[in-house]
């Protein structure tokens, strides 16, 4: 445990991308052997503007990563914190606590709040709009979004007391758990909801992404189910019966579209186009 510790006190920003490039292409892999949905689509051209908002979190949280280095110095040297208040901990107890704590904060609070704020919903549609839910969907984030999940990780960097390994370890957590709940694969589905019971599963998690409520403001988490359990936010439905994008975005052309994706959150909702015998 130390060793874990140690390492992502000081991991290489290389590594870091490695892990990135190395989960997309692993998912992307799966989905094609595995894959929940045949979509009818060419995978590339359907990546690209999500390679492209994948790129602008990647530039935005590289050029925020200094205030979240020091603001988890500053906890740690100033023994600031739920988890820093606490009676000494076990190595292994201290970081599990610490990783749960801001998968609340930097997750489903961040998640919840941008579902039940209209001007932050408007900017989180863009990742709501993809009609085609594969692991690419992951990083869909329009760049004012990047801003606000930083800013919740940023709260949680302070209410939570992480120093900065259990920061690192947390956001490559996150980052391969995206990846995987949001990858086009179909697990059995035992294995699936025995998953589900810890740990946000693939099935869980696009239930999210159906087009109607309740569903869609269903599922906030990450990377722990514990939070949607506890907090009252699970829903399930048959996954056969899924079917992904917002009703009231309901142009698959515009939504695939980067300049017309940019401009979304400024937008007026549209008449939903999808008939009512899509409800589930």
């Given at each position: 445990?130390?060793t874990l510790?140690?390492?992502?006190e000081?991991?290489?920003?290389l590594?870091r991308?490695?892990l990135?490039?190395?989960g997309i292409?692993?998912?992307?892999l799966?989905e094609?052997a ?8 060419k995978?590339?051209k359907h990546a690209?503007?999500?390679?492209f ?17 020091e603001?988890a110095?500053w906890?740690?040297s100033?023994?600031f914190?739920?988890?820093n208040?606490?009676?000494e901990?076990?190595l ?8 749960l704590?801001l998968?609340f904060?930097?997750?489903y609070?961040a998640?919840?709040v941008?579902?039940?704020?209209k001007?932050l919903?408007m900017v989180?549609l ?6 085609k ?6 990083n ?9 999940r930083f800013?919740?990780t ?6 939570v007391?992480?120093?900065?390994a259990?920061?690192m370890l947390?956001q490559a957590m ?6 995987f ?18 740990l ?7 239930i ?6 309740p569903?869609?403001d269903?599922?906030y ?9 506890l ?5 399930y439905m048959?996954?056969e019966?899924l079917?992904?994008g917002?009703d009231?975005?309901p142009?698959e052309?515009?939504?695939s579209n980067?300049k017309d994706l940019l401009?979304?959150?400024f937008l007026?909702y549209e008449?939903?186009t999808?008939?009512a015998?899509s409800?589930?």
């Amino acid at each position: 445990m130390d060793t874990l510790y140690n390492y992502f006190e000081t991991i290489p920003s290389l590594h870091r991308s490695i892990l990135l490039v190395s989960g997309i292409t692993l998912f992307w892999l799966l989905e094609g052997a595995i894959p929940l949905f045949k979509f009818d689509y060419k995978k590339w051209k359907h990546a690209i503007p999500n390679f492209f908002f994948t790129l602008t979190t990647i530039v935005i949280n590289f050029g925020l990563a200094f205030v979240l280095v020091e603001s988890a110095f500053w906890v740690e040297s100033n023994n600031f914190g739920i988890i820093n208040w606490l009676p000494e901990l076990p190595l292994w107890a201290y970081i599990l606590l610490g990783v749960l704590l801001l998968d609340f904060f930097g997750a489903y609070l961040a998640h919840y709040v941008e579902h039940k704020v209209k001007p932050l919903w408007m900017v989180h549609l863009v990742h709501h709009t993809d009609h085609k839910v594969d692991t690419t969907t992951a990083n869909r984030h329009h760049p004012i979004e990047s801003v606000i999940r930083f800013s919740f990780t940023l709260l949680g960097v302070f209410a939570v007391g992480t120093p900065i390994a259990i920061v690192m370890l947390y956001q490559a957590m996150s980052l391969v758990f995206t990846q995987f709940t949001h990858a086009n694969i179909k697990l059995p589905k035992s294995i699936d909801k025995m998953i589900s019971y810890v740990l946000i599963s693939p099935d869980m998690h696009k239930i999210h992404h159906h087009f109607r409520l309740p569903y869609t403001d269903s599922n906030y988490g990450n990377i722990f189910s514990i939070w949607d359990r506890l907090l009252g936010t699970y829903m399930y439905m048959d996954r056969e019966k899924l079917v992904y994008g917002v009703d009231v975005f309901p142009n698959e052309a515009k939504n695939s579209n980067i300049k017309d994706l940019l401009k979304q959150p400024f937008l007026a909702y549209e008449k939903p186009t999808l008939s009512a015998d899509s409800e589930v």
